[in-house]
């Protein structure tokens, strides 16, 4: 085998340092899971994942929650990208089921300054549910704006560090890695 030909490895790439593992991932996320097993027993469980970020720790959650329960997914625009810090949320993708007289967990990868979940959870407020929790895998407290917000259920909380995998992506890059990891050299993620 040629020096060029060497096989690529994404998962062992040399910028990643490792914050959580997969086993210590799989290991809180079993947790929350019976958690949830326990605290919705009898209740009409739907999970809102948002998307992205949040497909890979809602696919393992859902997995760990020994109920009925359905899922649906939402895609909503971030503050950051229109470089705004107040204002309303865009809604890219609504849900394709009612939650009236549901009992739903918002499912999110990350809540930094907390601004887009905070909104997408007044909007939710609005349609009916019998309640209304949040799930996240991580929370950086330090960054948030909206102080107010409950994490029902967090996974790990974290400084105030940009972290990639598990979901989470840096310019759409990383999501696929079974761990998260935060970037040595934030500026070489092409690399
Ligand atoms: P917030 O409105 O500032 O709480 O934005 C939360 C969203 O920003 C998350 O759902 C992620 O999509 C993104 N985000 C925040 N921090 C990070 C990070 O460290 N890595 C990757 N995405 C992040
Ligand atoms: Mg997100």
Do not use: W
């Not at 990643?16 to 210590?24: G, N, P, Y």
């Not at 890219?92 to 909104?119: A, M, N, Q, S, Y």
């Not at 929370?139 to 974290?158: H, S, T, V, W």
């Amino acid at each position: 085998m040629t020096a060029e030909s060497k096989k690529y490895s994404e998962f062992t790439n040399p910028n990643l340092e490792i914050m959580f593992t997969a086993e210590q991932i799989r290991h809180r996320v079993a947790e929350l899971g019976k958690q949830i097993t326990k605290d919705y027993a009898d209740k009409d469980l739907v999970l809102i994942g948002i998307l992205k970020g949040s497909c890979v720790f809602l696919s393992d959650l859902m997995r760990e929650i020994d109920l009925k329960l359905s899922i649906d997914f939402m895609v909503v625009s971030s503050y950051k990208d229109a470089q705004v810090s107040s204002g309303d949320i865009e809604i890219l993708k609504d849900l394709t089921h009612p939650i009236r007289g549901k009992d739903v967990i918002v499912v999110e990868d990350i809540v930094d300054t907390g601004l887009t979940l905070f909104r997408l959870l007044e909007i939710l407020q609005t349609r009916g549910a019998n309640s209304l929790k949040v799930a996240a895998l991580l929370d950086k407290p330090e960054p948030r704006i909206k102080k107010e917000l409950k994490i029902d259920y967090c996974g790990f909380q974290i400084p105030n560090k940009f972290v990639v995998g598990y979901g989470l992506d840096a310019a759409n890059r990383f999501r696929n890695l079974p761990f998260i990891a935060t970037l040595k050299n934030p500026q070489e993620i092409s690399a």
